[in-house]
């Protein structure tokens, strides 16, 4: 590329008069501005690939059947918590995952699409939901006014294991960073309320509010004793785990990601490919 450079204003008059002229100064180029920060709402608008298809194709995303069968005039919705790793806590969740690969080839990433392009990772708070079209604005609104509520507030959690979780029929097996549980139980608090939407329009619950130890991630699907966290997948396989693949696992988590804060304070509502930013109110304590 040729360089940036500055010319007088006789430089034009010069070159008509064939007369000589001291070589022009290059211009600098700054390249140590600072780039600014992308808001968090930025990658709700590249959150989801555009359909070119209404069939479902098992052959483009693994061998993993669509749950919620497309429909035309239906909108499938999502309620899930994201979270993008900082760089060091996605070096360490690489490693698990590349370890999970080297015992077994059939563990796919969470964390990277097949051109490496890192992906959020999620928290679900509803099952696979279908909305009609003129139920869309309502259901926004109705969930917006649910996660308001005062009880219920922006927390932190962090991981304290990682471990194989199959779902409720055993068709998809997921690699899974489990968590603590907020202080003030605020997950759970999350999930009542978004299954309160969900069973105000007669659509299907994620797990009973009533009960605290239950998970709210979608893949899962399985009811957890009050012993185990809550957790986001980071990998996924369409098989049982072979045993090299487990044993992979038993290495303690690095430490630095044992002491990662992950903070949430905005849920996130995706209905057909648009994702809205619902914001939690501050925790109290913060």
Known sequence: MAP????????DEADELHEPQPAPKRRKLSLNKAVPTLPASFFSLYATNVRTAAEDDPSLHGGRVRQVAHKEGNWPTHIYLEWYPQERHEKDIDFMIKSAQQADANV???????????LPLHISLSAPLVLETEQKDAFQQAVKDAIRDPGVRSFIVSPVSVDWVPNSDKSRYFLVLKL??????????LLRACNACARRYKLQELYQAAEPELSPNLETRTTESKDNPFHISIAWTLYKPSVS??????QALPAELTEASIAFDTVKLKIGNVVYDLPLLADVGG
Do not use: C, E, I, M
């Open 108 to 118: 796919h990433s969470f964390l990277r699409s097949n051109l490496g392009v890192q």
């Open 180 to 189: 603590t549980r907020p202080p003030n139980n605020d997950l759970n608090k």
């Open 245 to 250: 693949a487990t044993d992979a696992l038993k």
């Open 4 to 11: 940036l450079v500055d010319y007088s204003d006789s430089a």
